[in-house]
């Protein structure tokens, strides 16, 4: 399997611009995270997804950001507007059924946006 | 609430000594264990876990992890540290019951020098 590919890898965009996000998380995995990784706040969690249910979206910093799983294999995490302090590296990771006993989360390579 | 601490920032050793990575975890009940590795600019790598049996667990490129019930840790380790080591280790945490959320450390910060 090729892993969780995210694109783009890289985003620079103005402020006030909206940005998509992109993942495709593992076949056959049925969670799905969303994370946001800076100096100051470290490891955050956004959202997580089961079944492409949005379960968790404690996470999301405030009502500009929004994401979807239209299915299985791809989600969205969308800023709209963007702001300079939504700079930061976002990951997508998915992990399978519990009932398979892996437990751990495979991780994107993530995608390192800067908002000017 | 669950928490996961890594006490240090950072960690120097010299390559060939051995290298120990600390973790502690507040976790209600039993709890599943993992340390993650970042390497610069690319996601978290998984590395091992503690679900349940043996305390000291074996992962990726020698690395192990011993997990003590009593003092609630789980210090990553490995005999004989290579350069190719430096990097920023992740320890997570959650509960074992139905599905729960990781919680992560902030992150530890490898450095093996020559």
């Known amino acids: 399997d090729a892993g969780v590919i995210q694109s783009p890898r890289h985003e620079v965009t103005e402020m006030g611009q909206e940005v998509t996000l992109r993942c495709k998380p593992i076949s056959g995995h049925d969670y799905l995270f969303w994370y946001r990784q800076t100096m100051m706040r470290g490891l955050e969690l956004l959202i997580y997804?089961?079944?492409?249910?949005?379960?968790?979206d404690s996470g999301m910093p405030e009502d500009r950001f929004s994401a979807k799983m239209p299915n299985a294999s791809f989600s969205t995490l969308k800023i709209q507007p963007s702001e300079p302090r939504d700079s930061a590296v976002y990951f997508c990771?998915?992990?399978?059924?519990?009932?398979?006993?892996?437990?751990?989360?495979?991780f994107g390579p993530g995608t390192r946006l800067t908002v000017t | 609430a669950q928490s996961v601490a890594q006490p240090e920032d950072q960690v120097n050793v010299a390559e060939g000594n051995p290298l120990t990575v600390k973790c502690t975890y507040s976790v209600s009940g039993n709890p599943y264990l993992f340390w993650y590795v970042q390497y610069p600019n690319r996601g978290l790598q998984f590395l091992l876990k503690?679900?349940?049996?043996?305390?000291l667990v074996k992962g990726s490129y020698g690395f192990e992890a011993e997990f003590n019930k009593s003092q609630t840790s789980f210090h990553l380790k490995k005999p004989s540290a290579l350069v190719s080591d430096s990097a920023l280790y992740f320890c997570?945490?959650?509960?074992?019951?139905?599905?729960?959320?990781?919680?992560f450390g902030t992150g530890t910060r490898l450095l093996v020098s020559p």
């Open positions: 997804f089961n079944n492409n249910v949005p379960i968790d």
């Open positions: 990771a998915s992990s399978p059924p519990p009932g398979q006993g892996a437990y751990e989360q495979y």
């Open positions: 997570a945490a959650r509960r074992n019951t139905g599905f729960q959320k990781l919680v």
């Open positions: 503690y679900i349940t049996g043996d305390n």
